[in-house]
């Protein structure tokens, strides 16, 4: 048994369903409402289930009993994290937030939050200070996981794994695992990889290692953290040691694929962002290294410039996606792309050169009849308009149709 | 899914390239943040054609929900785009069946038909479109998802199966009913439509 598809079934369904392409905004919209749920505490559970949970938390309890919880809620849309590697300590930033080391030696580090939020992962063991100071805030830890965020002269505390010491001008408290400052203050407003990332155990190899002069601390690849094989964040002049450092998606961890995967996305929230030529260099140094995102990156420095008009960087972008990914899973786009590059170059023999490729390997594919329009075009030029009618046969009706069809319309044809 | 890799986002779908002959290694497990990255498109899409309406976001947002609590789960027994599609049609199934209870009940207590009815079809001719949506609403989910994506779709019968882990022959089946359902179905419309 076997059904053949209807052709005229499927033009009456297509047109009465909705389009079925994302609006503007969709997936940062989704993106946003999805964070905020899964930072939602969970839903109240029956009571049987409760029973059973706390029989399991118990026995977890003994085992894991020294671990922290993790943040409950968070009120703020996830940001995408810039992540900055210091001495002994892995920060995260949020949106637009900045940061400034003001002191670091053998015995202690200390920065200031400028603007916005910023969450903490401070190594146990060192025996080092780690001082944070934002406006009239000051917190003092040695090993914990906790985030803060400036608001006018003071600051919000949310401690998630060990303890702090805050002080606020006129009084000193202690904030253990848990513990807020207001009580109440959520500032965790991460990712679950996110947050794992930040909370992840520290390198071994990670032993005592001080800037010996004044070296840019923010400077990713100034860290043993950012001894990875990803490049380094593209063409950014360090910063200087006092100099404020803004919120940046920087490339560089050594935390394997998901380093590389969090450079892809910084790549994407430049592109976001409205930064095209940050992210055209992001892009690049993710395609230049192997990776599980190189072909996605390949992909977009084809895209971005066909988005910006720009055909000769499109074509040298085709050529660097085929010899990297012969088999590529875009090679259908990039095969688009290209032709819309040699149209806007009108250059009709390159894009008709394409046509002909394009249609031999996916005479079905949904574009096809893009193609099918510039070869049908090219016909009638010739004036082989019978090819150039059947060609343009299974092309829909339209202006360009019609306009294709212009060299035959005085011959008469079957 | 092979058919409808080429969508551009559709980035796990991974088709022998006719061109080269090479079929495209799977990629290792990603993070959730990647893995909605990547298929973002692709289940916005899947949800559109199966929901056939409403709030797409709304439910791309609870697949993804689905898809991060079981990430985990995924062994790569089956291909990514394959397990979420999975995720997406029984999400959207779900969502469909509850949308459909509520509105018999709302039609039950409140005595009226509701705005999907025949009666409201007919009374406009020329709404051609909306006498298919409702023709589909005729149809259960699982006949309607294996017609829309094979008519237009243009997954194959094989695809259809391996999507929906069910034998070819009882998409053929469904492939018939459904056929078979809309037809009588947009009939009735046009035939009752004013003249």
Redesign the interface.
């Known amino acids: 048994v076997s059904v053949e598809r209807d052709p005229e079934l499927a033009r009456l369904l297509e047109a009465a369903l909705d389009p079925a392409v994302p609006r503007r905004g969709a997936e940062r919209r989704v993106e946003q409402r999805l964070a905020a749920r899964l930072a939602r505490p969970a839903r109240p559970t029956p009571l049987w289930t409760l029973v059973g949970a706390g029989v399991l938390a118990c026995a977890l309890g003994v085992f894991f009993g020294r671990r922290a919880r993790t943040p409950a809620t968070s009120a703020a849309p996830i940001a995408a994290a810039s992540w900055l590697p210091l001495a002994h300590a892995r920060v995260a930033l949020l949106g637009s937030s900045a940061l400034r080391v003001e002191h670091e030696d053998e015995r202690e580090s200390v920065v200031r939050l400028v603007a916005g939020t910023a969450l903490f992962h401070v190594q146990k063991g060192t025996g080092r200070r780690f001082v944070v100071r934002a406006g009239r805030t000051r917190v003092e830890v040695v090993g914990t996981v906790f985030g803060m965020e400036l608001e006018g002269e003071h600051a919000r505390v949310e401690v998630v794994e060990g303890t702090v010491r805050v002080s606020d001008g006129e009084a000193t408290q202690t904030l253990a695992a848990g513990a807020s400052s207001p009580p109440g203050a959520h500032v965790f407003a991460l990712t679950p990889d996110e947050l794992a990332r930040l909370r992840a155990p520290f390198p071994a190899a990670s032993a005592p290692r001080l800037p010996s002069a004044p070296t840019p601390v923010a400077k990713p690849a100034s860290t043993q953290e950012a001894a990875s094989s990803t490049p380094p964040k593209p063409s950014s002049a360090a910063p200087s040691r006092s100099a404020p450092v803004r919120a940046e998606p920087l490339p560089a961890t050594n935390e394997g694929s998901v380093a590389a995967s969090d450079a892809y996305h910084g790549a994407r929230a430049l592109e976001r962002s409205g930064a095209l030529d940050r992210a055209i260099s992001a892009y690049r140094a993710i395609a230049s290294a192997p990776g599980p995102n190189a072909e996605d990156a390949a992909f977009a420095l084809v895209r971005l410039p066909a988005e910006r008009g720009a055909s000769g960087a499109v074509l040298a972008a085709v050529a660097e996606y085929r010899a990297a990914f012969r088999a590529g899973r875009y090679a259908r786009d990039v095969d688009v792309l290209e032709l819309n590059a040699h149209l806007a170059r009108r250059d009709t023999r390159a894009a008709a050169r394409d046509a002909d490729a394009f249609l031999a390997d996916y005479p079905d594919d949904a574009r096809a009849w893009r193609f099918r329009l510039v070869r049908g075009a090219e016909r009638a030029r010739a004036g082989e308009c019978d090819a150039a009618t059947s060609e343009l046969a299974r092309v829909p009706d339209g202006p360009e149709k019609t306009a294709a069809l212009a060299p035959c319309s005085g011959v008469e044809t079957p | 899914l092979k058919a409808l890799?080429?969508?551009?986002g559709w980035?796990?779908?991974?088709?022998?390239?006719?061109?080269?002959g090479?079929?495209?290694v799977e990629?290792?497990p990603?993070?959730?943040?990647?893995v909605?990255?990547?298929n973002?498109?692709f289940v916005?899409?899947v949800v559109?054609?199966l929901a056939?309406?409403g709030d797409?976001?709304d439910l791309?947002?609870e697949v993804?929900?689905v898809v991060?609590r079981r990430l985990h789960e995924f062994r790569g027994d089956a291909r990514l785009t394959t397990w979420i599609f999975r995720i997406a049609y029984r999400t959207v199934g779900a969502h469909v069946r509850r949308e459909r209870l509520r509105r018999r009940m709302r039609e039950l207590f409140a005595g009226t038909q509701e705005e999907h009815s025949l009666a409201d079809a007919a009374s406009d001719a020329l709404d051609?479109?909306?006498r298919?949506?409702v023709a589909?609403e005729s149809l259960t989910f699982a006949e309607r998802s294996a017609?829309?994506l094979?008519?237009?779709e243009?997954m194959s019968?094989a695809e259809l199966a391996d999507a929906f882990d069910v034998p070819v022959?009882t998409i053929?089946r469904r492939?018939?009913h459904a056929?078979r359902a809309?037809a009588a179905r947009f009939r009735a419309s046009e035939e009752e439509a004013p003249a």
């Open positions: 890799a080429y969508i551009q980035s796990d779908a991974k088709p022998m390239s006719s061109r080269t090479v079929a495209m990629s290792p990603l993070a959730f943040a990647d909605y990255a990547r973002f498109t916005y899409r559109a054609r056939g309406g797409v976001e791309v947002q993804f929900l991060h051609a479109a909306r298919v949506r589909l017609l829309v094979f008519e237009v243009g019968a022959g053929y492939l018939h056929r809309f």
